[in-house]
């Protein structure tokens, strides 16, 4: 029997029936490989992350073994918003002088596991990712200030009315609204939940046809509303919400958190890690990964997931000690890293160096240039503006050339080279000055 049937817009063709491993279109964000599970009628195809319901002229039979996280994640969280659950928690010490205008209800379902909103600032507009109750959205809120803004996102409609439920009560309590929680995928922050669920109130999916309407909406909405705009943010925070996403939708989360930060913006992401590969059985087990147990990333894979994103200055920031959780001998605990993008461009060479000032003896960044510790490396324009801000400034010492290149007036720079700048270089071929100290340079003392 020939199959047809769709997964995210791709046709996919095979003679291969219930319970058959398919392989599907490399570009696909579900895995490579789906176990197919024939449910009712034919047509109706649901991506549910890893799980694929395929529904084919009655034949019921075949499973999945995939976990379905979205509704793992939805079952856990639900009940969460309305009564707190200890399993969820994980303790962390939120400066108190900023819980004291959020309610007791929101404070008791706090399941963070470290706390991003400390590496804000005052003026900046903040996207808090899986907000949850809104803890983290009501502190940052009160760090960037009236003149900053906070918008929360996440899709569990509980979670959603607890932060909004006393939005107005903070807003009077700080003498401004800057808090605003939009409903949306962490994966996909560019569609619009709400809109998209009104869309499919009045037009519901109840076959191949409106299914494939249904995704073309969905485009439409995200190219011309969408939820959260490119290079929009300054920083993206998150609090133990990121293990939650499926493997398979990991790539375009990162991308995608990419994608709204502003130019020079960061991201500040704490999130539970482990020491060693989690076993199939533990990710398959739907308690264990929506308690942000088996989705755990790799402790250097979660760092990589960034690189591999664009960011550069990629950094952890602080890592729990004792374990939270230990299960099978491996163990979970929390990081909170910083990422920041801006690297992306053109390299002029402007003439600039840099001196990396140790202790290491060489350091290499995150596009492949190497330093050696004292040596004035010659970096292209934009390098030395990156090189001149957190998170490298205080571990080099920035060499202008005696006069400055405009950009309109360098070459094009081949930032792949690591090579030393010659003084001469930065002073001027013609550079010609004698000047030895004077007898006032020590304040009269004498200092040779
Ligand atoms: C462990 S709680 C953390 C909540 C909050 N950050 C805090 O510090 O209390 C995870 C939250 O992320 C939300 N969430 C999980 N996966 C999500 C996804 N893919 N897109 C949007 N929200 C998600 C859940 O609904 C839940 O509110």
């Not at 929680?181 to 922050?189: A, N």
Request: with cysteine; hydrophobic share 35%.
């Amino acid at each position: 029997m020939i199959i047809e049937y769709w997964i995210s817009g791709v046709k996919i063709r095979t003679d291969k029936g219930s319970g058959h491993r398919v392989r599907l279109h490399s570009n696909l964000k579900i895995s490579d490989f789906v176990t197919v599970q024939c449910t009712r009628s034919f047509g109706v195809l649901k991506n549910t992350g890893d799980l694929v319901d395929l529904n084919l002229n009655g034949d019921s039979t075949g499973t999945s073994k995939s976990l379905d996280v979205e509704q793992a994640v939805r079952e856990r969280y639900s009940p969460a918003a309305e009564a707190a659950e200890p399993a969820l928690c994980c303790p962390v010490d939120y400066d108190p002088q900023y819980l004291k205008i959020i309610p007791a209800e929101i404070i008791e379902r706090d399941y963070g596991c470290g706390d991003p909103s400390k590496h804000v600032a005052a003026g900046e507009t903040v996207l808090d990712l899986g907000s949850g109750g809104g803890k983290i959205c009501y502190i940052a809120a009160q760090i960037v200030g009236k003149a900053g803004k906070v918008i929360g996102v996440d899709r569990n409609d509980d979670m959603l009315a607890l932060a909004r439920k006393y939005q107005p009560e903070i807003a009077s309590k700080l003498g401004y609204a800057n808090t605003e929680f939009r409903k949306g995928s962490i994966q996909d922050l560019a569609l619009n939940l709400e809109t998209f669920e009104a869309y499919l109130a009045d037009d519901p999916v109840t076959s191949s046809s409106d299914w494939l309407r249904a995704e073309a909406k969905a485009e439409q909405l995200r190219e011309s509303e969408p939820l959260v705009e490119d290079d929009s943010v300054d920083v993206v925070v998150s609090n133990c919400v990121l293990n939650l996403v499926s493997n398979a939708d990991r790539q375009q989360l990162f991308s995608e958190i990419f994608r709204v930060l502003n130019r020079g913006g960061r991201a500040v992401i704490s999130d539970i890690v482990c020491d060693e590969p989690v076993p199939q059985h533990l990710q398959d087990d739907p308690n264990l990964w929506s308690g942000c147990v088996s989705g755990a990333f790799g402790e250097d894979e979660f760092l990589q997931a960034f690189a591999e994103a664009g960011f550069y200055g990629i950094e952890i920031l602080s890592r729990q000690e004792e374990a939270w959780a230990t299960v099978e001998g491996i163990e979970f605990r929390s990081l909170t890293v910083r990422a920041y993008k801006g690297k992306e461009g053109a390299c002029h060479d402007q003439k600039q160096a840099v001196i990396y000032n140790g202790p290491w003896s060489k350091v290499m960044d995150d596009d492949g240039h190497t330093l050696y510790r004292g040596k004035r490396m010659a970096v292209c324009g934009k390098t030395f503006e990156i090189y001149s801000h957190e998170p490298y400034a205080s571990q080099i010492t920035p060499v202008p050339p005696s006069e400055a290149v405009p950009v309109d007036e360098a070459t094009e720079y081949d930032c792949h080279r690591n090579v030393v700048r010659h003084a001469r270089e930065t002073k001027g071929q013609d550079y010609d000055a004698t000047q030895l100290p004077g007898s006032d340079c020590c304040g009269g003392e004498g200092c040779c």
